[in-house]
């Protein structure tokens, strides 16, 4: 039967580094019974069992069956409450082969553990209060952070800072509603007074999640990276800037016309940004057959694009391709390739002037990309921690569920409705907050968000 996470009395075991061939493998335990069970699989000067928390000893990890040594070790024991679950924990460090793992694995079933589930270890950190559900999805972006954005924000959530922004606003919100509550239960003491105070509220938690809602495009980006295409007719230069860009010799570049049939993507990081740049084929109108099919995959690749760059050879005119393209698309970063060649014409007034060839002006696309990503200010760790924002679709979603009770809030006092709607929409607001740092959450929700952490965490 499979298990669920709701069975917190398991003693669970799990992997908690990547499979396959490392220096090191670490092996997690954890439940009421783990520091028993596991005592018998440790040889070592002192029994695993009588060891504090806190404490490393250094010994072999032997199957009790037979006496068997599987590796040398050295185990962390942490005991209830001091432990990132809450619960009684160990930690095996194991030689890294996947045999050792397996070996030590197949010991540990026997004693009575059982495979952990993905994100089990930080559910059971949860249900024990060593974390809100923030600092639960947080601990999970840290594991996967890809970039230097994602790990700082990460880290900031995880030490609480989004968690406590969203507990004001909530906090803020629960005051206002026991004052209405009050009100609905003694309605003599209604008065005038109390209306503004309640308007004022309202007013101060819509901004406070305007805020945290409209920060949400810019704190993806700082998490996921951003889609940076590269788009133009044949011959531009649009791989000769990718090339540049990526500092490699990736895509084909020659003055044949059409050379980039298919798109092509490289990982870059820029100012701690991860950025995904594709090189995309030239357009211009193709007969059909693989050409027109590459330029129906760059203009669908322009539609996604969350910074769209458009080169031109600057050595000839603006044609109605480029006409075309770029009437439509107000935000593209418009860039004229070619300007070490005398034949360049000037470069005109909103376009940056670069060479794909020599890499003059490439710093100056960078800083433009920089600051379309929200990082033109100095980076300081004030800066940081106040852009910490939502992660991920959950949060931004309850957010905006939560701005729209409190909007529908407000408009119940201009249209002098009942204070019961008033209410109403009140609470949902406060259950919405209360959903994303895990205060009020269903167990079929808890199992879908924790199930897609890695496993060992
Ligand atoms: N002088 C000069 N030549 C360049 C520059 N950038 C690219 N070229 C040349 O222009 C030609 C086309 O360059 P590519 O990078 O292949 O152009 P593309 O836009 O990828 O072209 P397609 O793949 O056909 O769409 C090549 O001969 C490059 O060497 C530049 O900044 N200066
Ligand atoms: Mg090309």
Same mark, same amino acid.
């Given at each position: 039967m499979a298990r669920s996470y709701?069975?917190?009395?398991a003693d669970i075991a799990a992997p908690a580094t990547a499979p396959g061939r490392a220096a090191l493998a670490v092996v997690r335990l954890s439940g009421p019974g783990a520091i028993a069970l596991c005592s018998p699989c440790f040889s070592g000067r002192r029994a695993l069992s009588a060891l504090p928390g806190y404490s490393l000893a250094q010994g072999f990890f032997v199957d009790?069956?037979?006496?068997?040594?599987?590796d040398q070790v050295v185990v962390s024991v942490f005991r209830t409450p001091h432990s990132f679950t809450g619960e009684d924990s160990v930690e095996f460090s194991c030689h890294g082969s996947p045999a050792v793992v397996l070996r030590v694995l197949s010991v540990l079933e026997s004693q009575g553990f059982v495979p952990a589930l993905p994100g089990e270890f930080s559910f059971r950190a949860f249900v024990n209060g060593k974390a809100d559900l923030v600092q639960a999805e947080a601990i999970n972006e840290l594991s996967g952070a890809f970039c230097e954005t994602a790990r700082q924000d990460a880290l900031a959530r995880l030490s609480g800072l989004l968690s406590s922004r969203l507990a004001a606003i909530r906090t803020n919100c629960l005051d206002l509603l026991a004052g209405i509550e009050a009100r609905l239960d003694?309605?003599?003491?209604?008065?005038?007074e109390d209306e503004g105070a309640v308007r004022a509220g309202l007013l101060e938690m819509e901004s406070s999640l305007v805020e945290l809602s409209e920060g949400y495009a810019g704190s993806r980006l700082r998490r996921e990276g951003a889609l940076v295409v590269l788009a133009g007719r044949?011959?531009?230069?649009k791989s000769s800037l990718f090339n540049i860009l990526v500092r490699e010799e990736r895509a084909i570049v020659s003055p044949? %016309?059409? &050379?980039?049939r298919d798109w092509i993507e490289a990982w870059m990081e820029l100012g701690g940004y991860a950025l995904r740049l594709v090189d995309t084929a030239g357009l211009r109108a193709a007969d059909g057959g693989i050409e027109a099919e590459g330029v129906r995959r760059s203009l669908g690749l322009a539609e996604i694009a969350d910074i769209l760059v458009y080169l031109v050879d600057g050595r000839q005119k603006l044609s109605a391709v480029d006409d075309d393209f770029l009437a439509?698309?107000?935000g593209v970063l418009k860039v004229w390739n070619?300007?070490?060649?005398?034949?360049c014409s000037p470069v005109p007034p909103e376009w940056i002037g670069l060479s794909s060839?020599?890499?003059?002006?490439i710093q100056s696309l960078k800083k433009v990309f920089l600051s379309r990503l929200g990082?033109?200010? %100095?980076? &300081?760790a004030a800066r940081r921690e106040a852009q910490v924002g939502l992660a991920g679709e959950r949060q931004k979603l309850l957010v905006d569920r939560a701005l729209d009770s409190v909007r529908k809030a407000l408009s119940s006092l201009e249209l002098a409705a009942t204070l019961d709607v008033l209410a109403l929409e009140m609470r949902e607001a406060a259950s919405f907050l209360g959903e994303i740092t895990g205060e009020i959450l269903g167990d079929e929700v808890l199992e879908r968000i924790f199930g897609s952490f890695c496993l060992g965490k």
């Amino acid at each position: 039967m499979a298990r669920s996470y709701l069975d917190i009395k398991a003693d669970i075991a799990a992997p908690a580094t990547a499979p396959g061939r490392a220096a090191l493998a670490v092996v997690r335990l954890s439940g009421p019974g783990a520091i028993a069970l596991c005592s018998p699989c440790f040889s070592g000067r002192r029994a695993l069992s009588a060891l504090p928390g806190y404490s490393l000893a250094q010994g072999f990890f032997v199957d009790p069956a037979s006496g068997e040594r599987i590796d040398q070790v050295v185990v962390s024991v942490f005991r209830t409450p001091h432990s990132f679950t809450g619960e009684d924990s160990v930690e095996f460090s194991c030689h890294g082969s996947p045999a050792v793992v397996l070996r030590v694995l197949s010991v540990l079933e026997s004693q009575g553990f059982v495979p952990a589930l993905p994100g089990e270890f930080s559910f059971r950190a949860f249900v024990n209060g060593k974390a809100d559900l923030v600092q639960a999805e947080a601990i999970n972006e840290l594991s996967g952070a890809f970039c230097e954005t994602a790990r700082q924000d990460a880290l900031a959530r995880l030490s609480g800072l989004l968690s406590s922004r969203l507990a004001a606003i909530r906090t803020n919100c629960l005051d206002l509603l026991a004052g209405i509550e009050a009100r609905l239960d003694y309605p003599e003491d209604e008065g005038p007074e109390d209306e503004g105070a309640v308007r004022a509220g309202l007013l101060e938690m819509e901004s406070s999640l305007v805020e945290l809602s409209e920060g949400y495009a810019g704190s993806r980006l700082r998490r996921e990276g951003a889609l940076v295409v590269l788009a133009g007719r044949p011959n531009a230069g649009k791989s000769s800037l990718f090339n540049i860009l990526v500092r490699e010799e990736r895509a084909i570049v020659s003055p044949e %016309p059409g &050379t980039t049939r298919d798109w092509i993507e490289a990982w870059m990081e820029l100012g701690g940004y991860a950025l995904r740049l594709v090189d995309t084929a030239g357009l211009r109108a193709a007969d059909g057959g693989i050409e027109a099919e590459g330029v129906r995959r760059s203009l669908g690749l322009a539609e996604i694009a969350d910074i769209l760059v458009y080169l031109v050879d600057g050595r000839q005119k603006l044609s109605a391709v480029d006409d075309d393209f770029l009437a439509p698309r107000a935000g593209v970063l418009k860039v004229w390739n070619k300007i070490d060649d005398p034949a360049c014409s000037p470069v005109p007034p909103e376009w940056i002037g670069l060479s794909s060839k020599t890499g003059a002006g490439i710093q100056s696309l960078k800083k433009v990309f920089l600051s379309r990503l929200g990082s033109g200010l %100095p980076d &300081t760790a004030a800066r940081r921690e106040a852009q910490v924002g939502l992660a991920g679709e959950r949060q931004k979603l309850l957010v905006d569920r939560a701005l729209d009770s409190v909007r529908k809030a407000l408009s119940s006092l201009e249209l002098a409705a009942t204070l019961d709607v008033l209410a109403l929409e009140m609470r949902e607001a406060a259950s919405f907050l209360g959903e994303i740092t895990g205060e009020i959450l269903g167990d079929e929700v808890l199992e879908r968000i924790f199930g897609s952490f890695c496993l060992g965490k």
